[in-house]
């Protein structure tokens, strides 16, 4: 039996990619799954596919994590038996254009830093007094490679990261002398929808950013994610920084051709 089975797992952004796979890592783990994100009807499906894979309960809701109001109401009111959050996965977050900050539509930046800053702090700041009074539990942030160095026309997306890095090397920080862990995983390029969120629905433009080269999988970060979360309780893993192997850093890529 895995160490992890039966802990409440908490996933933000759960209807796809990283989201998802890791809902579904935890679910073969034998846990018990809250998984929200603002498509809903997308979490219907996930559902059941995280109960054929082993989950031992699933809880799914809506969860807009830009709105503080929501967040708080949501996560205070949760049913019986799904409070206490063994593990918190805040996944949620986007990256929305490619341009110089002088030519960029703030509105850009306003969905980003409310999802990827503040939506974290809102999530965060909701479960991790419960862990604090537990004295146990782990929240799991996403980074990027972004937060590492800075890439031409990406420069407020890169400070969200950058933000979500030192966020989360304080909370380890403000939360010594409790068993309470953190842990940012890094991912570079990874093949999911970011690309096409980022370009508005572009496919042409998101398909051109992973051509000849074999980028990570959602998988490959879930399983990373897994790993950190099943460490024995005294071990915390600060920093998890990965790529696929034609990737250098944010900034260097072999492609292939």
């Not at 409440?8 to 994100?37: D, M, N, Y």
């Not at 996560?75 to 986007?94: F, H, K, Q, R, Y």
């Not at 939360?175 to 093949?191: F, K, Q, Y």
């Not at 690309?195 to 572009?202: A, H, L, P, T």
Request: proline share 3%.
């Amino acid at each position: 039996m895995s160490k992890l089975s039966g802990s409440t797992v908490l996933v933000t952004g759960a209807s796809s990619g990283i989201g998802r796979a890791t809902a579904l890592a935890f679910a073969q783990e034998g846990c018990k799954l809250l998984i929200c994100a603002r498509r809903v009807e997308r979490l219907e499906e996930l559902e059941q596919e995280l109960l054929r894979a082993g989950a031992a309960g699933v809880h799914r809701f809506a969860l807009d994590v830009t709105d503080r109001g929501a967040v708080n109401s949501t996560l205070s009111t949760l049913p019986e038996g799904w409070t206490e959050i063994d593990v918190l996965v805040n996944n949620a977050g986007l990256s929305r254009g490619l341009a110089k900050v002088y030519e960029d539509d703030p509105q850009n930046w306003e969905e980003m830093i409310d999802t990827n800053i503040k939506g974290l702090l809102y999530v965060t700041r909701q479960v991790v007094p419960g862990m604090v009074a537990r004295n146990r539990g782990h929240v799991i942030s996403l980074g990027s490679t972004a937060a590492y160095i800075t890439y031409a026309d990406g420069a407020v997306y890169c400070a969200t990261k950058a933000a979500e890095k030192s966020i989360s090397e304080g909370l380890k920080l403000d939360l010594m002398g409790t068993a309470v862990r953190v842990t940012s995983v890094d991912p570079g390029m990874v093949e999911t929808d970011f690309s096409k969120v980022r370009f508005r629905g572009d496919e042409g433009r998101a398909a051109k950013v992973y051509q000849n080269i074999t980028p990570l999988q959602p998988e490959d970060i879930a399983d990373a994610i897994v790993w950190a979360a099943g460490r024995p309780a005294h071990v915390n893993i600060h920093t998890i920084v990965m790529t696929t192997i034609d990737q250098g850093n944010a900034v260097t890529f072999h492609r292939r051709g």
